[in-house]
């Protein structure tokens, strides 16, 4: 196919010609970007499927697995389903589970959440006995588990009882350590909940049992998605009494310092993309592995845009991971686990970058 340009007439070609020789350019970042080879050798910021962290729903039941509707690709799964998950996940190279429960039965204590026999229990026994080279963190949190949804015991003013939420914390920290939890990651956002779990788990014997603290976990309007397929909306109110407010920077920090302090062994921010000055400042000030959660809220935006034809998901998502690990982040909770996992392992095998 011939390409005709517009015909200049000779005054306007005149006008363009350039009176002295124009200077080159001495650096030209280009050469390193000609070829997809090229671009994949001096890529800065690599994803590996080993720092990702599969969120997984575990619910009562057998052989279930019900569809989430916010959150496309992603399944509530009965303990036995669970573990078959965490058997293909530790296939593909995915370096953990974090696991989050729904119970038959809540009440106003949670007590499912640390009973022996609990859904997470079962499917952290069920999981531990595949012997799967993959690491087990369970959500230590009440919300999932109360029949008013908030994050621990009420006071008579509708308030969370802080101090009383801690000690059922801790002891549903002791029973997932028990079960066979490589590390627990409280979420409640209660003041001193991480001395009050580290205390348990080294009295109860689990000294090498983890902390992986929700250091800074925003009030955000990005875990809408979480709440369905956890069932676990406030019936009254809402959290921002614990939760922190996602404007301070600060505050944030000084979570963070409190839970190192308190014996945190890894620190989580929460939710990813819009608390990436806050993974960076967090990897310049902290010497602890720095954490962070690409929410059901983002990973669900992302998914509906490209099921729409709108945006490319798969880039997409990959770049949403990437600049979460380039501002410092070192470990990924993410639902697109999985798929990263199968992209970086047809990147490595010469498929579509």
Known sequence: MSIHLPQQSPSATTRVQPDRKVALPRDRPRRLRRTAALRALVRETRIDPAMLVAPLFVRSGRGLREPIAAMPGVDRLSPDEAALEVEALAGLGVGAVLLFG???????????????DGVVQ???????????????????????????????????????DNDAALERLATTAVSQARAGADIVAPSAMMDG?????????????????AIMAYAAKAASAFYGPFREAADSSPVFGDRRGYQMDPANGREALREMELDVAEGADILLVK??????????????????????????????MIRAAADRGWID????????????????AGIVVTYAAAELARWIAEERTGGTR
């Open 271 to 300: 939710p990813g993309l819009p608390s990436l000055d806050l993974v960076a400042a967090a990897k310049e000030r902290f010497d602890l592995p720095i954490a962070v959660y690409q929410v059901s809220g983002e990973f669900a």
């Open 193 to 209: 909940q991480v001395a009050a779990i580290r205390g348990a788990l080294d009295e109860a014997g689990h000294t090498g049992t």
């Open 313 to 328: 998901g798969r880039r997409a998502m990959t770049e949403a991971v990437t600049s979460m690990v380039r501002a410092g």
């Open 122 to 160: 079962q499917a952290l026994v069920r999981i531990r006995d595949l012997d799967v080279p993959i690491v087990l963190a369970a959500d230590t949190c009440l919300c999932a588990y109360t029949s008013h949804g908030h994050c621990g015991p009420l006071l008579q003013d509708g308030t969370v």
């Open 102 to 116: 729904l119970p038959a039965d809540k009440d106003l204590d949670g007590s499912g959440a640390w009973e022996a």
